[in-house]
């Protein structure tokens, strides 16, 4: 931030300062409303909450047979609804089959479980290729799929939005619920990862 | 005017559903073989371009969704029932595609015909 300090604003900036202006000025936007969407979607909601999903899933069989059932109502159960997460599909990962989710035509993505978007999963090059090439992009993000292994794109074109519920690793079987939730990273429930355990082979550094 | 703090953050909390509480009967069922329609219109299309005029099998039914195309042009809702349309990666991308691998796209009833 420092840094940036005394350079100009760019033109993009400029615009939304002088947009933001004259709606508060017209009255047509309250400046407090702004500022508790962005406070709400930068520190409140994000992919914590789509990894206690996943974590609760792992330890109680009768409430990932909902998830998987009906993500919406399941993902309810635990406060995780709202915009962009209106209709949720979750799709389980298997030793057998691995899937990602991409939106080829925009970027949807399911907001109250995961936040907002990471910007390469709005990128032109990840939504063209990912359906194209999914284990060369998958390999790009460090993960590289056995050839036996199935791997399944969901296209996310319509108006549901699609989280992975991904392998429960090997080794966490006396894990709690609070420490498999931290294991849980975004790009796991993208499916452009796999759940790792620290120290043990294929975790990320 | 404007809505207030404790609106806004009410409103991301309900959203908004594009589901359709409608009596609307599915064409298709799980296991159905389907062909998507080759559509290319000047306008909004939520059929991507790299699923026209392809062969797929019906996966699941999400039930049913206002249709974007003719909502967006002020041509009323059409409810119709939205799929999970499933495509061997061999049919979209040839012998490049992944042997096994599989692509589920999203699809509006109205792209589809029988396969």
């Given amino acids: ?205 | 005017m404007a809505i207030n703090a404790e609106q806004a953050l009410a409103a991301t909390k309900v959203g908004a559903t594009a589901r359709v509480d409608a009596a609307v009967l599915p064409r298709f069922t799980p296991g159905t073989r389907v062909r998507t329609l080759n559509l290319n219109p000047p306008g909004h299309i939520r059929l991507p371009r790299y699923i026209r005029d392809k062969e797929g099998v019906i996966e699941r039914d999400h039930g049913v969704f206002v249709f974007p195309d003719t909502h967006a042009a002020g041509l009323g809702e059409k409810p119709q029932h939205v799929y999970v349309v499933r495509f061997s990666a061999r049919e979209l991308w040839g012998p490049q595609g992944g042997a096994k691998d599989e692509l589920l796209v999203d699809v509006w009833e109205d792209y589809l015909e029988p396969g």
């Fill in chain 1, 1 to 205: 931030m420092s840094a940036n300090h005394n350079r100009p604003l760019s033109d993009v900036e400029i615009r939304v300062k002088a947009l933001e202006s004259l709606l508060v000025e017209k009255g047509l936007v309250d400046p407090a409303a702004v500022d508790a969407l962005i406070d709400t979607y930068e520190h409140k909601v994000g992919p914590r909450n789509g990894a206690h999903v996943v974590a609760k899933a792992w330890m109680d069989p009768a409430y990932k047979a909902r998830l998987l059932a009906d993500g919406t109502a399941a993902i309810a159960e635990l406060g995780y609804s709202g915009i962009q997460g209106e209709d949720m599909v979750v799709i389980e990962s298997t030793p057998e089959t691995h899937n990602v989710i991409v939106c080829t035509l925009c970027s949807c993505y399911p907001w109250p479980t995961l936040g907002l978007p990471p910007v390469w999963f709005k990128s032109a090059p990840y939504r063209s290729r990912v359906v194209s090439d999914p284990r060369g992009v998958l390999k790009e993000f460090g993960l590289e799929l056995p050839e036996k292994m199935q791997v399944r794109v969901w296209d996310s074109t319509a108006e549901l939005r699609y989280m992975v519920l991904p392998e429960r690793p090997a080794g966490t079987e006396g894990m709690t619920e609070e420490q498999l939730a931290a294991l849980v990273t975004r790009d796991s429930m993208i499916g452009v990862a796999r759940v790792a355990v620290p120290g043990q082979e294929g975790a990320r550094t």
